[in-house]
């Protein structure tokens, strides 16, 4: 999973639309992370091809969108992918 990817589904653990999102992701990074509309609405067309968001709402101007029961499992299972890589360097502390 990318970066892009892992902050778009952490970001949309709350359902959010495009604009909210880019807001959500800087917050959520704690600034370190600025994705741009062209970014950000790839790897939303990505993610729904592979089922992992869903549209909840469509009115027209902006889309809602939040993750599916598969979108959360592979948040799940790449924050312990994450947790483990830490675990692993910590032989770099001594």
Do not use: C, F, W
Request: glycine share 10%; charged share 30%; proline share 2%.
């Amino acid at each position: 999973m990318t970066e892009a990817m892992y902050y778009i589904l952490l970001a949309l653990v709350n359902p959010n639309h495009g604009y909210q999102l880019m807001a959500a992701i800087e917050e959520v990074s704690n600034g370190r992370i600025k994705m741009g509309p062209g970014t950000l609405y790839g790897v939303l067309t990505r993610l729904q091809k592979d089922n992992l968001i869903e549209i909840l709402n469509d009115d027209g101007r902006r889309k809602t969108y939040a993750t599916t029961a598969d979108g959360r499992a592979a948040l799940e299972a790449e924050y312990e992918r994450l947790k483990d890589m830490i675990r692993d360097g910590r032989i770099l502390e001594g």
